[in-house]
Every structure is written in C-alpha cells, then in structure tokens.
C-alpha cells in the first residue's frame, strides 16, 4: 500500500483519538477513552508501517504537522476554542516547517 496514504490514515487515527481524549473528561468515560486507545494504536501502527519506506523526520513532521491542523480547526468548530491570527501564524508556520523538512529531506 502506498505509505503516503497509510500516514494519512496515522492522522485520521490520530486526530480521532485526541479529539475522543477531550471528550474522555480525563478518560473516565468509558466509549471516548476506548476510541482514544483504539485511535492511537492504529495511528502508531500505521506511521510504523510508512517508516519501512519514508524518511522518520518527515513522517513524524507530516503526522504531527497535520494533527496539529486537524486538532485546531476542531478544538474551533466543536469545542467553540477561540482562533485568531496568532493561531493562523502559527499553522502557516507549522505547514512552513514540514514544507522545508521534506523537500531539504528528499533532496539529499
């Protein structure tokens, strides 16, 4: 399988987890802290696998960067978090540093 689209199934997982660890309420809830375990176990199971093929430093860039995104815009439109142009610069600079990574990482 492509390991481009196993990360982006790392990411998913990931993000599932984090988001079901807000819900968890400190994992006392039952359902949210079993999709947190099951969420972070498939994400670490599936980044393992994209390690056989890609670079460590740009996987877990590309893993981190994109949670990182994905965690934000839904701690914004779920969790109603406050999101302003501090927040904005520091995604853009998120995705800047993976950017960088990967293509300094892919040319040498």
Known sequence: MNPYVLLLVAV??????????????????LIPASIVV??????????????????????????????IMGIALIGVFYYGEAFGLWHLLGLLCIIAGVVILS???VNH
């Open 38 to 67: 099951v969420g972070y176990c498939i994400a670490f199971w599936t980044m393992s696998l994209t390690l056989k093929v890609l670079p460590v430093g740009v996987v877990y860039a590309i893993w981190c960067g994109l949670g």
């Open 103 to 105: 293509a300094v990482t």
């Open 12 to 29: 998913l997982a990931e993000i599932i987890g984090t988001t079901a660890l807000k819900a968890s309420y400190g994992m006392t809830r």
